[in-house]
């Protein structure tokens, strides 16, 4: 299977697990950043539904390979991460576990630890997956920590799809007058959550709200699509997509201050 953004000389990177603190906490997370020396920016990378898997690991070493200090925290830590084989149940109920409030709190601090590595040039992107996705688009609505953030077919952003909770109070959609930095939503348009209709809500309020944003919805893709170790997989979408992504992270992140 061809993989898009693959690393064909891993001994470039370097790579450890390691964890920081977090309201009493201690985080775990996957760092990873270019073996040479030099001056580069940070990217916190935002896992799917079953936490800092080996394909997470995987794609926060693609972008370390395009020359960034890639963080992968586990937002499960506290609860502890579903299984790949768990039934969707459980991985909703682990998911819902997990507060808004605090998601933010623990990614400030995953971006102090950005922050703080050695040869960082102090600006940081974010990217995530589907609940990544979802918490990319929190996160970049609830901080000033960043300076771009791509939100993967973050679902159940609004009230319709994820009715307010104790744990999620606020719609995501009714908090992007608070985006701080530039936004690249990407979709599939066979995509149920979010739907094309819901990705319109979102595209509606950044309009109105005068952001800067893009939405690209792509054809022959639904829910996942780049991830290569689901049956979601869609090979054309995922090598279209990185590229784009790529793009993306160096004109907010490494171009013109």
Same mark, same amino acid.
């Given at each position: 299977?061809?993989?898009?953004?693959? $690393? +064909?000389?891993?001994?470039?990177?370097?790579?450890?697990?390691?964890?920081?603190?977090s309201d009493? +906490?201690?985080?775990?997370?996957?760092?990873?950043?270019?073996?040479?020396?030099?001056?580069?920016?940070?990217?916190? $990378?935002i896992?799917?539904?079953?936490?800092?898997?080996?394909?997470?690991?995987?794609?926060?070493?693609?972008?370390?390979?395009?020359?960034?200090?890639?963080?992968?925290?586990?937002?499960?830590?506290?609860v502890?991460?579903?299984?790949t084989?768990?039934?969707?149940?459980?991985?909703?109920?682990?998911?819902?576990?997990?507060?808004?409030?605090?998601?933010?709190?623990?990614?400030?601090?995953?971006?102090?630890?950005?922050?703080?590595?050695?040869?960082?040039?102090?600006?940081?992107?974010?990217?995530? @997956?589907?609940?990544?996705?979802?918490?990319?688009?929190?996160y970049?609505?609830?901080?000033?920590r960043?300076?771009?953030?791509?939100?993967?077919?973050?679902?159940?952003?609004?009230?319709?799809?994820?009715?307010?909770?104790?744990?999620?109070? +606020?719609?995501?959609?009714?908090? $992007?007058?608070?985006?701080c930095?530039?936004?690249?939503?990407?979709?599939?348009?066979?995509?149920?959550?979010?739907?094309?209709?819901?990705?319109?809500?979102?595209?509606?309020?950044l309009?109105?709200?005068?952001?800067?944003?893009?939405?690209?919805?792509?054809?022959?893709?639904?829910?996942a @699509?780049f991830?290569?170790?689901?049956?979601?997989?869609?090979?054309?979408?995922?090598?279209?997509?990185?590229?784009?992504?790529?793009?993306?992270?160096?004109?907010?992140?490494?171009?013109?201050?």
């Amino acid at each position: 299977m061809a993989l898009a953004g693959e $690393v +064909t000389h891993p001994e470039r990177l370097e790579g450890r697990d390691l964890t920081f603190q977090s309201d009493g +906490t201690a985080i775990n997370a996957y760092l990873v950043r270019p073996r040479e020396a030099g001056s580069y920016p940070g990217i916190i $990378v935002i896992h799917e539904a079953w936490g800092v898997i080996e394909h997470i690991r995987d794609i926060a070493r693609r972008f370390a390979n395009l020359g960034y200090i890639a963080l992968a925290p586990d937002l499960y830590t506290r609860v502890g991460a579903p299984k790949t084989n768990d039934p969707m149940n459980v991985v909703l109920s682990r998911m819902m576990a997990l507060p808004d409030a605090q998601l933010v709190r623990d990614l400030d601090q995953a971006a102090n630890l950005l922050a703080a590595q050695p040869g960082m040039t102090g600006r940081i992107g974010c990217v995530g @997956f589907c609940m990544g996705g979802r918490t990319t688009l929190l996160y970049a609505c609830s901080s000033n920590r960043l300076n771009a953030a791509i939100d993967c077919w973050g679902g159940g952003i609004t009230a319709d799809s994820a009715p307010p909770s104790e744990q999620r109070p +606020t719609p995501i959609v009714d908090l $992007v007058g608070r985006l701080c930095c530039p936004l690249y939503a990407v979709c599939g348009e066979e995509d149920a959550n979010p739907s094309p209709a819901q990705v319109e809500v979102l595209r509606k309020r950044l309009q109105d709200a005068g952001k800067t944003f893009t939405i690209d919805m792509f054809k022959n893709a639904g829910h996942a @699509f780049f991830a290569d170790y689901r049956p979601s997989y869609r090979e054309k979408a995922a090598f279209e997509l990185w590229p784009k992504m790529g793009a993306f992270f160096a004109n907010h992140l490494k171009g013109a201050k």
